[in-house]
Nanobody
Framework: QVQLVESGGDLVQAGGSLRLSCDAS????????MGWYRQAPGKQRELVAT???????NYADSVRGRFTISRDNAKITVYLQMNSLKPEDTAVYYC????????????????WGQGTQVTVSS
C-alpha cells in the first residue's frame, strides 16, 4: 500500500506565506512525478504545480512566480512553498503522485492524499 499524507494547511492573511508538505510512504519502487492540485468550494479540482522525477516543473498560470514546488528525494517528500497568498488561493490542497509499487511489473498508479485546507483571509 502507498500513502500520501499532506500537512501545513492553515489560515493566513493575504500576502502571507505557507509551506505544504506531502510525505509518501509504503512499498514504493519508483515515482514518476509528484504534484499539487486544489479544489475550491463549488469548483473543479485544478492543477497547481507538478514536478517530474527528472526535475521538470509545471505551474498553473495563476500561481507562477508565487508558488514553488520542490522535492526531497531522500525523504520522498514534496513541498509547495506558497508566497504572496491571495484570497482566491483558498482551497483544499491535494498531493498527487504517480507511483509504481514494488513488484514484478512496473506499473504507475495515480495516488492522492486526503487534502489539507488553506484559507487566505482578505
Amino acid at each position: 500500500q502507498v500513502q500520501l499524507v499532506e500537512s501545513g494547511g492553515d489560515l493566513v492573511q493575504a500576502g502571507g506565506s505557507l509551506r505544504l508538505s506531502c510525505d509518501a510512504s509504503g512499498r514504493i519502487f519508483s515515482i514518476r512525478a509528484m504534484g499539487w492540485y486544489r479544489q475550491a468550494p463549488g469548483k473543479q479540482r485544478e492543477l497547481v504545480a507538478t514536478r517530474a522525477s527528472g526535475g521538470t516543473t509545471n505551474y498553473a498560470d495563476s500561481v507562477r512566480g508565487r508558488f514553488t514546488i520542490s522535492r526531497d528525494n531522500a525523504k520522498i517528500t514534496v513541498y509547495l512553498q506558497m508566497n504572496s497568498l491571495k484570497p482566491e488561493d483558498t482551497a483544499v490542497y491535494y498531493c498527487n503522485a504517480e507511483i509504481a509499487e514494488i513488484g514484478t511489473t512496473v506499473r504507475y498508479v495515480n495516488y492522492w492524499g486526503q487534502g489539507t485546507q488553506v484559507t487566505v483571509s482578505s
